[in-house]
């Protein structure tokens, strides 16, 4: 499975991200709506991620400017999956995936963030890669999917252009 999804993700170049909250927001949903592009590095090892989109608030008419890179490494035969923040090419680990089933992997532990555990799932959705977090803590609770395509959008994409299966 691993080699499908690092694959796979080698070919991105859009992404949808939705952030559904349960608590203490009571069902507050936010999205973002962007360009994926992935590079490999020398070492071979190592895909980056950049993602460039834009922030649909709920209520709101504005969009802000949104941008991540995700590092996906192979490691002795393993995906690990890290952040980085700066966007200088210094990335902080998130997690380590370990199969899950035929189509999908999960973090082998979650990540820790002061009282806040996130654990990932990553699965193959037709010619889709989605990432899927579930989030839990003192002050945290929530679940976001981000789902990579291998197709661009065309123009900045609108709030109504997501799909409902994005959710």
């Known amino acids: 499975m691993m080699p499908a999804i690092w694959n796979r993700l080698n070919c991105v170049r859009s992404f949808t991200t939705v952030?559904?909250?349960t608590e203490p927001t009571d069902g507050v949903t936010r999205r973002?709506?962007?360009?994926?592009?992935?590079?490999?590095e020398?070492?071979?090892?190592?895909?980056?991620?950049?993602?460039?989109?834009?922030?649909?608030?709920?209520?709101?008419?504005r969009t802000l400017a949104t941008s991540n890179v995700y590092c996906w490494r192979v490691?002795?035969?393993?995906?690990?999956l890290s952040y980085d923040r700066a966007?200088?090419?210094?990335?902080?680990?998130?997690?380590?995936f370990e199969p899950a089933s035929a189509v999908g992997l999960q973090s082998a532990s979650p990540h820790c963030c002061g009282a806040d555990r996130y654990y990932a799932h990553v699965t193959l959705t037709g010619e889709d890669i989605e990432l899927r977090w579930?989030?839990?803590?003192?002050?945290?609770n929530y679940i976001m999917i981000?789902?990579?395509r291998p197709h661009t959008l065309q123009g900045q994409a609108t709030v109504s252009s997501v799909s409902a299966t994005d959710q």
Do not use: C, F, M
């Not at 973002?32 to 490999?40: F, R």
């Open 19 to 21: 952030v559904h909250e």
């Open 32 to 40: 973002v709506v962007g360009h994926a592009q992935p590079s490999l």
């Open 42 to 61: 020398d070492d071979g090892q190592t895909l980056r991620v950049a993602e460039n989109g834009w922030l649909y608030l709920p209520g709101s008419t």
């Open 75 to 80: 490691e002795a035969g393993q995906l690990a």
């Open 87 to 96: 966007q200088i090419g210094r990335s902080a680990r998130l997690v380590v």
């Open 134 to 140: 579930h989030v839990v803590g003192t002050a945290k």
């Open 146 to 148: 981000t789902r990579y």
